[in-house]
């Protein structure tokens, strides 16, 4: 079992930025895969940005690619997702997730989720 609380969602205006993070418990938080996907309303869960678990590649949706940044501590048991030049439609409940030993764009290779946290860009 691996438990994911996300933290550091808000409200900001239009070109700020914002810093989540995702803690991690429970199995080895090394051997998981992370990404961020989010949610917005009516709208189907979308993938952001996922890290992997041994070389720490990145990959970005191209929709935040140069504007978001994915990072892991792997001995903090960490994920985090920098955000900056925020767009309103940037807005959504953004959900940490991990997956063993592999990363994927698609939500469903996902093992663990968080509960999510809201980010609201105000035009």
């Known amino acids: 079992q691996v438990q994911l609380v996300e933290s550091g969602g808000g409200l900001v205006q239009t070109g700020g930025s914002l810093r989540l993070s995702c803690a991690a418990s429970g199995r080895t938080f090394s051997n998981y895969g992370m990404g961020w996907f989010r949610q917005a309303p009516g709208k189907e869960r979308e993938f952001v940005a996922a890290i992997t678990w041994n070389d720490q590649r990145t990959y970005y949706a191209d929709s935040v690619k140069g504007r978001f940044t994915i990072s892991r501590d792997n001995a903090k048991k960490t994920v985090s997702l920098q955000l900056n030049s925020l767009k309103p439609e940037d807005t959504a409940v953004y959900y940490c997730?991990?997956?063993?030993?592999?990363?994927?764009?698609?939500?469903?290779?996902?093992?663990?989720w968080g509960q999510g946290t809201q980010v609201t860009v105000s035009s």
């Open positions: 997730a991990a997956a063993f030993r592999t990363y994927s764009y698609s939500w469903g290779e996902y093992d663990y």
